[in-house]
Each structure stands twice: as C-alpha cells, then as structure tokens.
C-alpha cells in the first residue's frame, strides 16, 4: 500500500484525491470507489460532514480505505466536536492505524440545512493541531509510525515581507502538510507559493495545492457558489461554457494543471477533487502524464 508521508518525502509530485460520500454511502461503494482511483494517487482524503453534509464518521470510511488498499488522510473538524470528542477519535486514529490527519476548522453548515446543528468550536484547527502534536510524541499512545498531521490554507497573493501568520501558526503548532484550498488561478498560486518561500516555512511543512476536476460551467458556478474560499477564474468558465464537450474540455483543464503543478517550484503535489464522475480523475491523470500506475 502507498503511504502519503513516505510519498511526499520521496517523491518530486505527489496526487492525492476524494471520494464521494453521501448518507447511503456503504463499505461496498467505498471499495468501488477505491478501486477507481487507487493506481493513480498516493491517498485519498476522508472530509469529515464537509458543508454539513452527513455521512458516515470518517474514521470509519479511513478504515474501509485501509482495508481496500489505501493510505487514508482522515479530516477532523472542530465544527463538530468538543475536545474530549476530538481527543477520542484523535486515540482512534492511533488504534487503527490511521497516521496522516487532517485538522481543520469546518465549513459553515448552510442556512437551509434543518433543524440547524450547533457548531461546537470548543477548540480552533491550529489548537487542535497543537493537540494531536503533543499527542504524537506521547510515547504511551503514539501509533505506528506517529500522527502525520495537516492543515487547510487559502492560496491568495500577498505583498512582499507578507508575515504568512495563519500558516505559521499551524506549522509552529505541528503541521507538516498543509492542503490549499481550490484554487484554479495559477498565476495567483505562483504569487502565493513564491511569497511563502520568502517565508522559509516551506523548509518545514508540504504544501499540496487543491485542485477541482470540473464537468461544465454550471457546475463551476455550483462550487463557487457552495464551496467557502473557492478561486475559479472566469477563464476556466468561459472555456466550460464554449466547449462543446465541457466534460471532454473539464478533463483537458485539469491534466494542463497537473502539468503546470509539477513544474511549479515549492508545490508538493496536487489534489485533485472531482465533482461529479470520479472515473475523471485518473483520466485527467492519464492525459497530464503524470501517471502514477506505470510509476508504481
């Protein structure tokens, strides 16, 4: 089986990926789906109740992805959890073998989601990974291998001596990944990824960029629209919107992003959200050529 921290301290590129998970997602759908995606990427995220949308714990959907070959990146929110909620499911990782965790704050639940949940907040993403840190170097609990811990950031494009304070913080708190938000601007991300260097931070944590596999323009609009801190260029819509095969035209998009990714310097890999047909993703692989089945 891969696994994502040997893949990002051995590899020039990294792919990771999602699946899809709904209320009736069962064991066998996750199998399915790890079987699609499984040759072509080195681990897939688990997002945990993402936009309150309710599946089933992400401890549970990591360990059906370890059984089905799998390196799983299990998500935590603090949107959902207090602490003694956290610390408990961070002690189920351990058991289970699940290292490489994601900390992050949670997105808003939606307005029309009822009867409204109560967002917990008993603790913020960079607490949280401060938590997991000190946890990971706890001999009495440390898992195999110890906790490979990660964040969230928002690629932006900020000016010279930009003091990078959120990132920081998640790194000085433990962070050795971080994932960036979507973010299709490839000028912007150079911008962000060149300030970030100045920084040195990049000396001390991975920096893989979120990308989304688009199938027409109106789906663009659905993810900016339901997606917080989400940076599609009217460009990339424009061209969903003149294609006349937007999936065939949503599939090039992403291969020539994977391309520029990986010449990009300082990036670690790409991660590459579907949002529809996860059958895409390792066809946008395929075509940028960084195939990781002949690789492996």
Known sequence: MKNFRKALNTQDFVITSEIFLRPETD???????????????????????????????????????????????????????NRISLLSDLLGCSALGITSISLVRGDRVPDDFQPRPKAIMDVNATELIRIANIMRKDANIASEGNFFLGGVVTAHAPKPGWPAKNITEKVDAGAQFVFTHTCLDMDLLRTYMQRLGETKLLWRCHVVAGIVLLSSAEDAQWVIKNRPNVIIPNDIITRLSNAKDPEKEGIEICAEQLQELSKMPAIAGAHIIASEKLTNIPVAIRKSGLNKKNAN
């Open 27 to 81: 064991a066998n759908s996750i199998k399915m789906q790890a079987d699609i995606l499984r040759d072509y990427v080195d681990a897939i995220l688990i997002t945990d109740n993402q936009s309150g949308r309710i599946h089933m714990s992400t401890l549970a959907a990591g360990t059906l992805l370890i059984a089905a070959g799998v390196d799983p990146i299990v998500q935590l929110s603090c949107r959902n959890r």
